[in-house]
């Protein structure tokens, strides 16, 4: 438990920072239109890609806390030994959608935009940097869902 402590501490930060970051960079992008006269050429790109990377790691951050959307219709209207069956059946079930959809396939997506060499128009940044949170939120929620799965 002190793991996940750590590893929920370290992904808050990091989900701060790139929220912090991104508006910073969306208030630079109003000023230098409006104020200076003179858009920016990267903000845009960068606001976009802070987003991204905010959107997926936030999911893993909401997966390790089970504040994910759920229909609990169901489970309310369960016995006790069925709620948790319910319960476990979940979790395998996000634990594989990680492990398969995004994990594998997050792997391959970042390995063929690396060798193809795709980069950004405006940061001129490897696409593959992008994508690299999908497989990394991947980890983290099977990371979450494994250690749910074990202490209950």
């Given at each position: 438990?002190k793991?996940?402590?750590?590893?929920d501490?370290?992904?808050a930060?990091?989900?701060?920072?790139?929220?912090t970051?991104?508006?910073?960079?969306?208030?630079w992008?109003?000023?230098?239109?409006?104020?200076?006269?003179?858009?920016?050429?990267?903000?845009d790109?960068?606001?976009?890609?802070?987003?991204?990377?905010?959107?997926?790691?936030g999911?893993?951050?909401?997966?390790?806390q089970?504040g994910h959307v759920?229909?609990?219709?169901?489970?309310a209207r369960?016995?006790p030994?069925?709620?948790?069956l319910?319960?476990?059946?979940?979790r395998w079930?996000i634990l594989?959608?990680?492990?398969?959809?995004?994990v594998?396939?997050g792997?391959?997506?970042v390995?063929?935009?690396?060798?193809l060499?795709?980069y950004?128009?405006?940061?001129?940044?490897?696409?593959?940097?992008?994508?690299?949170?999908?497989?990394?939120?991947?980890?983290?929620?099977?990371?979450y869902?494994?250690?749910?799965?074990?202490s209950?």
């Open positions: 438990m793991l996940r402590k750590t590893i501490a370290a992904l930060g990091t989900l701060i920072l790139i929220m970051v991104m508006v910073v960079n969306v208030l992008q109003v000023c230098s239109r409006y104020v200076l006269g003179s858009p920016s050429s990267f903000t790109e960068l606001a976009r890609y802070l987003m991204i990377w905010l959107g997926v790691l999911a893993a951050y909401v997966s390790g089970n759920a229909i609990d219709v169901l489970p369960c016995a030994p069925t709620r948790r319910l319960q476990q059946t979940v079930i594989a959608f990680a492990l398969f959809g995004l594998v396939g792997i391959r997506l390995y063929i935009t690396f060798v060499e795709q950004s128009p405006a940061l001129r940044l490897p696409l593959a940097y992008v994508y690299l949170v999908i497989p990394v939120s991947g980890a983290l929620i099977i990371y869902k494994a250690t749910d799965l074990l209950r």
